[in-house]
């Protein structure tokens, strides 16, 4: 039992690590804003999820917009951004591990990676409209948004880029779970 908590802490800590990493080489996708970056820092985290269960993904998450508000900081003095990263990263890796576990085949990783593309993309979409865009607003002290504009953004920009960024994230992880399909399956049941 001792053995395989410390197998548990010191994947979820090198899983973070990467992840961090991952989350540094972001880029922007014309023709979005350039605030909205993509990168592939969800793939570890939802390793670590599909392996070790779905806290050691949220953790992952969580370690990785840490380190990265410690080590760039926010424009806003306050980790919105960071915190709109975690929420986009639990929004997608947890519909991908129930879904996946109700049928743990490549075709259920398919409609996994669907499901957590679908449940992101609307969910930020809901959470930028109500809560994160007037955050970022407040604290940059910028003139707030209009309903109708804020509804434009988030139905023209930020919508399709969680789609297409959820589904970038699917092809590459599933691209990576083909590969480790077997020893992601023996590292779940040790």
């Not at 908590?5 to 800590?13: A, D, F, M, P």
């Not at 540094?24 to 023709?31: A, E, H, M, S």
């Not at 919508?159 to 779970?177: D, H, W």
């Amino acid at each position: 039992m001792r053995n395989k908590k410390i197998r548990v802490l010191t994947s979820v800590g090198l899983l973070s690590t990467l992840s961090y990493l991952l989350m540094l080489l972001n880029f922007p996708i014309p023709p979005f804003p350039s605030f909205l970056m993509i990168d592939f820092s969800e793939i570890p985290a939802l390793i670590a999820a599909i392996v070790f269960g779905p806290l050691a993904g949220i953790t992952v998450e969580f370690i990785k917009n840490v380190l990265n508000f410690l080590a760039a900081g926010s424009p806003t003095g306050v980790p919105v951004g960071h915190i709109a990263n975690f929420t986009a990263g639990v929004t997608f890796i947890l519909p991908v591990y129930y879904v996946y576990k109700k049928f743990e085949s490549k075709k259920g990783m398919t409609i996994a990676l669907i499901a957590g593309t679908i449940v992101m993309a609307v969910m930020m979409s809901v959470l930028n409209y109500y809560v994160i865009l007037p955050a970022y607003t407040l604290f940059l002290n910028a003139p707030a948004m209009t309903a109708p504009e804020t509804k434009q953004l988030v139905v023209t920009a930020i919508l399709p880029f969680n789609f297409i960024k959820g589904m970038a994230m699917a092809v590459v992880f599933f691209f990576i779970y083909s590969r480790i399909q077997v020893w992601m399956k023996k590292q779940s049941m040790a």
